[in-house]
C-alpha cells in the first residue's frame, strides 16, 4: 500500500472541487438516521482531514487513520477541532476501544490491492465498532478503471503547481498504476519548479467482491449506492457507497 509523500503538500490544491462537503452530508444523514448523532467514529484513510473536519463540525468526536505522516503532517496544521490523528496501516489499525461508527471516503479501500488485505481491514472494523455499529466506505469499481481511465493521462496546471497522471490498467489483476508527475514552484521564485515523481497501485473491485468481504469479516452487509446519492448501484457505477453493520459482539 503506497502512502502519499511528495503529492502530499499539493494534495488540497488538486482535490479542491472534490464534493467533500456533499459527501459529509450524506454520511452524517446515514449516520443520524441510525441513531449516531454524536459520539466517537473513525475515518479510515483519512489523508489530509478533509472529510475528518467536516463530521467533526457535525458534532461527532472524530479520530482519523492514515498511513502517510506527509498527509497527516498537514491535517494537524489544519486542525481546528479536538480530533485524535494517528499514523497507522489499515491493516493493521489499533483503537483504544470501541467506536459508534467507522467511515471510509474517496476510495481508499481501493489502495487495498490484496483481497486478503481488505478482509483483514475489513475484520479490524468488525472487531472496533459498538455493537450494531456502521461501517460506510466507498470504492472505485472495475468499470470505472477498465472502462474510463483507464491507459489514459489527466493533466492539470494551476498557478504554483501542475500534474500529469498517467493511468495503467492491467485487465488481468484489476489493478491501475498511476504515475504522477509534480512540479511545484519554488517559494520566492516566479519561474524555478521542483518537480516529484510517485506511482501508486489501486485495484478495481466489483459489488460483488465487497460483498465477499464483508460477509467473510464478520460484517453484516445493508445497502450498495451509485456513488453518493440514493439511487441503487448498478453495473455503470464508477463509484459505489456500501453501508455495512457490525455483527457479533452482541452474542458473545
Known amino acids: 500500500m503506497e502512502a502519499y509523500t511528495s503529492f502530499a503538500g499539493v494534495y488540497d490544491t488538486f482535490m479542491d472541487e472534490t464534493p467533500y462537503d ?17 459520539g466517537l467514529v473513525l475515518d479510515l484513510g483519512c489523508g489530509t482531514g478533509s472529510l475528518t473536519k467536516r463530521l467533526a463540525n457535525k458534532g461527532y468526536d472524530m479520530i482519523g487513520v492514515d498511513y502517510s505522516e506527509d498527509m497527516l503532517g498537514i491535517a494537524m496544521e489544519q486542525r481546528t477541532e479536538e480530533i485524535l490523528y494517528l499514523c497507522q496501516d489499515m491493516r493493521e489499525f489499533e483503537l483504544y476501544g470501541t467506536v459508534r461508527a467507522i467511515v471510509s471516503a474517496c476510495d481508499c479501500i481501493n489502495y487495498l490491492t490484496e483481497p486478503e488485505d481488505v478482509v483483514d481491514c475489513f475484520k479490524l472494523v468488525n472487531n472496533y465498532l ?3 455499529g456502521l461501517f460506510i466506505f466507498d470504492f472505485n469499481t ?20 501542475s500534474f500529469i497522471w498517467e493511468n495503467y490498467y492491467d485487465e488481468e489483476d484489476n489493478m491501475n498504476e498511476y504515475d504522477l ?7 520566492n521564485s516566479n519561474d524555478e519548479y521542483v518537480k516529484f515523481e510517485e506511482t501508486h497501485y489501486q485495484r478495481g473491485y466489483t459489488l460483488e467482491d465487497m460483498k465477499e468481504y464483508i460477509k467473510k469479516a464478520g460484517l453484516k452487509f445493508v445497502a450498495a449506492y451509485d456513488d453518493y446519492t440514493l439511487e ?11 453501508i455495512c453493520r457490525e455483527q457479533g459482539k452482541d452474542k458473545r
Open 232 to 242: 441503487p448501484a448498478n453495473k455503470m457505477s464508477e463509484r459505489v457507497l456500501i
Open 181 to 187: 508527475t509534480i512540479f511545484v514552484k519554488k517559494e
Open 130 to 132: 459498538d455493537p450494531k
Open 22 to 38: 456533499e459527501w459529509c452530508d450524506r454520511i452524517h444523514g446515514l449516520l443520524t438516521e441510525d441513531g449516531i448523532k454524536d
Open 142 to 161: 472495475v468499470h470505472k478503471y477498465r472502462d474510463v481511465i483507464g491507459d489514459s493521462v489527466i493533466a492539470e496546471n494551476r498557478e504554483d503547481c
